[in-house]
């Protein structure tokens, strides 16, 4: 799949539900981590994610 596709799938996904975990990304989208990872890397390069870290759970929502 398309890294700007999945980024776009991402940016929806955040703006209607706020923060969320890479699994529970996967989960909602039907994707696997690593396609979920090369979007959020996307975002995060241009700038467009917040990050939350509490404890070991690591929460990636937009700015």
């Known amino acids: 799949m398309n890294t700007g596709i999945i980024a776009g799938k ?3 996904t955040l703006e209607k539900n706020g923060a969320m975990t890479v699994s529970a990304l996967a989960k909602d989208l039907g994707s696997n981590n690593n396609e979920i990872l090369l979007g959020v890397g996307w975002l995060l390069r241009e700038d ?3 990050i939350t ?3 070991n759970c690591t929460k990636y929502g937009l700015k």
Do not use: A, N
């Open 10 to 12: 991402i940016w929806k």
């Open 48 to 50: 467009k994610l917040d």
């Open 53 to 55: 870290k509490t404890g």
